[in-house]
């Protein structure tokens, strides 16, 4: 079965930088969209940005203007640039994949914490 696993999270000042990359373990068909979510503790599961297959992109507002979502040369493969991180910030960041037929994928998600 395919998998997504994500990278790049870790622990940064607020006002720094991460780059997180998701990369899928093989191939996956009728990909309407690829996006991070983050949930944070206590929190619901919550939108950052998608971009579907024609290159839309779309963001929450809290994170407009700081986090940029792209798309990578190699099939399936999406990546979120985070500048000025902010300790609200601070959440478990998931790949997702949203399908036209099928089921969505999710990754296993990666640890992005923010000190201020």
């Known amino acids: 079965q395919v998998q997504l696993v994500e990278s790049g999270g870790g622990l940064v000042q607020a006002g720094g930088s991460l780059k997180l990359s998701c990369a899928s373990s093989?191939?996956?068909?009728?990909?309407?969209?690829m996006g991070w979510y983050r949930q944070a503790p206590g929190k619901q599961r919550e939108l950052v940005a998608t971009?579907?297959?024609?290159?839309?992109?779309n963001y929450a507002d809290s994170v407009k203007g700081r986090f940029t979502i792209f798309r990578g040369n190699a099939e399936n493969t999406a990546y979120l640039q985070m500048n000025s991180l902010k300790p609200e910030d601070t959440a478990i960041y998931f790949c997702?994949?949203?399908?036209?037929?099928?089921?969505?994928?999710w990754g296993q998600g990666t640890q992005v914490t923010v000190s201020s």
């Open positions: 093989g191939s996956i068909s009728n990909i309407a969209a």
């Open positions: 971009i579907t297959r024609d290159g839309s992109k």
């Open positions: 997702n994949v949203d399908r036209l037929f099928g089921k969505d994928l």
